[in-house]
């Protein structure tokens, strides 16, 4: 009974109160029973042989950045400095792992974590379960205590999660990736010891969550530019919340245009549609419309660099345009936004432009669920400014062939431009809106997953998706063929958008000293990079810098450099995780050199802002 006492005892500080308590009322002798029906006569033998079928087919994921030598940006020199030191000490990425994170879904008696620990040298393990017996049944068999101290002893944790939903798990995920640092997601085992819905879930889609955990980080050079780009468009234009300007004309439906494959289809009917729906071109779609001869309405922007700009301008700077509404952030290229006579212009969520207009007299609501692509943009502001019936064409999210990833009529697949050398993976499979599934890549699942969240928080939203791509959970399936547009007075609506452009106020920016914590911070920094002995303390301390600049009031830090930290820590992870320790002490004092060059540019970068 003691060796039960000692597990309860760690458990306690891992547990609910409640939960804690179901789990001391636990029956031994009924514990005993639902072992044995549960793994037969042999509990660590039937353990044991699971490993061993695991072993031969590994559910495991791998995170590594491939090196660009032509990048400006801070953090990718550093990367690419990286990976070269670890080719030329041989690290081979087909290994086994170093050091890595294991996932266990389901406790059960436990012999086969024990089993895992003893034959790869998993730092962090994270144990899912949330069935009392499964956890008594474990603290009768295995001693959790000795395997927290292994974990302990090689810089690692043990965790546990007993969620009630995939989604309450994602979240206790993403809070432990910040707590423990950006390296547990580098080299991921998924093992599930046995079958719930939630457990099935997790597993199914292991590489759409481990992709969404790393995903949109954002980094220094790219938050600076935004902030930039914010300081010079409040001086030339209205930046406001523009919450519900236009609620008075909410039934009216908006189309949505993306530039997915489904969207030719579409074009006919739209051209006909389009003298009583309102139409809102979404980035690159613009030149596709623009081509049928149909003019939008709105047209949506949001990405931040003049490339994106020059890209398009040959579209943008259409005299066709005259009288088209631009929405977009305080982030965009300022020649861009001065390119339109009338424009609605928001501060972005999680930003750091939007803190310019933190303390002025009218507090300014940013955008959320507005990235990653402008079709999550273009949801997100129609729906603020009150437009609550979208019809999404062209969102498709994932091509049903990844060489027909775009419209066959946009620049995509124009040889005389630089968008056709783009290329679109199949990493995915996910659920087809009209069909069993499409493929997709990262950033266009990512979309789906934003879309599906703003839908879900904004209940007066009627979103149709009529794409051909991938099911848009909360938005309804529907043929845009069998979608009969009514007659509106779309004319009085835009009539209505032209008088509120061109009366909208101005919103104050803060004076407030926006950076000078953060250079502090980079300093500081740079001195204990300096003084960390060896990789593992390396390692520590950019997580713990990570850490800091989540729990700190500063939210500015947090925008400007926690991005950046991670993709070093990433990196420096899938380096040392598949290097024989005894090459880590070569890989580090050159690693040391790098991140303070690293950290020395930032600086550089930031000193022309400050002044």
Request: include cysteine; glycine fraction near 4%; charged fraction near 20%.
């Amino acid at each position: 009974m003691e060796f039960i006492n000692h597990n309860y005892g760690l458990l306690k500080q891992h547990l609910s109160h409640d939960f804690y308590r179901q789990l001391l009322c636990q029956n031994t002798n009924d514990t005993q029973v639902f072992q044995n029906n549960f793994y037969g006569s042999d509990a660590k033998k039937s353990c044991e042989e699971q490993v061993s079928l695991f072993l031969k087919h590994p559910t495991h994921l791998r995170l590594n950045y491939v090196s660009d030598n032509a990048t400006k940006n801070a953090h990718q020199k550093c990367i690419n400095a990286l990976n070269l030191v670890a080719k030329e000490l041989g690290c081979n990425p087909n290994s086994k792992p170093q050091r890595g994170t294991l996932i266990v879904l389901g406790l059960g008696a436990g012999y086969h974590i024990h089993k895992l620990l003893s034959l790869i040298h998993y730092t962090d393990v994270i144990v899912v379960e949330s069935d009392i017996e499964q956890y008594a049944t474990a603290c009768a068999n295995i001693d959790l205590n000795s395997i927290e101290r292994e974990c302990k002893k090689r810089h690692g944790s043990l965790t546990f999660f007993n969620p009630t939903s995939y989604e309450q798990l994602i979240d206790q995920l993403r809070a432990y990736v910040i707590k423990r640092g950006a390296h547990t997601l580098v080299d991921i085992s998924l093992y599930r010891h046995y079958s719930t819905p939630l457990f099935d879930q997790v597993y199914t889609e292991f590489k759409q969550w481990r992709n969404n955990l790393a995903s949109m980080w954002g980094f220094f050079e790219d938050e600076l530019l935004g902030l930039t780009h914010s300081i010079e468009n409040s001086k030339l234009c209205a930046v406001s919340s523009h919450e519900n300007v236009f609620d008075s004309h909410s039934n009216i439906p908006v189309a949505v245009i993306g530039n997915g494959p489904s969207l030719d289809k579409n074009l006919k009917k739209l051209r006909q549609d389009s003298a009583n729906m309102i139409i809102a071109s979404c980035g690159t779609a613009l030149g596709v419309l623009l081509k049928e001869g149909i003019i939008p309405d709105f047209h949506i922007e949001m990405e931040r660099t003049p490339a994106n700009y020059y890209l398009k301008e040959r579209q943008l700077t259409d005299p066709r345009l005259k009288d088209v509404v631009l929405i977009t952030l305080s982030t965009v290229f300022p020649k861009l936004i001065n390119q339109f006579q009338h424009k609605i212009v928001f501060t972005k969520g999680n930003d750091l432009g939007s803190e310019l207009f933190s303390n002025g007299l009218t507090a300014i609501k940013p955008l959320f669920h507005c990235n990653p692509t402008v079709t999550n943009m273009a949801a997100a502001a129609l729906s603020r400014i009150g437009f609550n019936k979208l019809v999404l064409l062209g969102c498709d999210y994932g091509y049903v062939d990844p060489s027909a990833h775009h419209s066959q009529l946009s620049d995509y697949f124009n040889s005389a431009s630089d968008l056709s050398q783009a290329k679109f993976d199949a990493e995915l499979k996910v659920k087809g809106n009209f069909r069993e599934y499409v493929y997709s890549s990262r950033i266009f699942n990512e979309a789906r997953l934003a879309q599906e969240k703003l839908i879900k928080l904004t209940p007066t939203l009627d979103v149709s998706n009529t794409s051909d791509g991938a099911l848009i959970i909360g938005a309804k399936p529907l043929d845009y063929d069998n979608i009969a547009i009514e007659a509106s007075e779309k004319h009085k609506v835009m009539h209505d958008v032209f008088t509120y452009t061109q009366t909208a106020e101005r919103a104050r920016t803060s004076d407030i000293d926006l950076l000078g914590e953060a250079i502090l911070f980079i300093k500081a920094l740079k001195n204990t990079v300096q003084s960390a002995l060896s990789i593992v303390d390396i390692l520590n301390e950019l997580n713990l810098a990570v850490q800091a600049l989540y729990t700190s009031h500063n939210q500015i830090n947090k925008l400007l450099l926690s991005g950046t930290i991670k993709y070093v820590a990433a990196t420096i992870a899938s380096h040392i995780n598949h290097l024989p320790t005894n090459l880590w002490p070569q890989y580090v004092s050159k690693t040391r050199d790098y991140i303070d060059t690293m950290l020395a540019e930032v600086l550089q970068k930031l000193s022309p802002i400050v002044t």
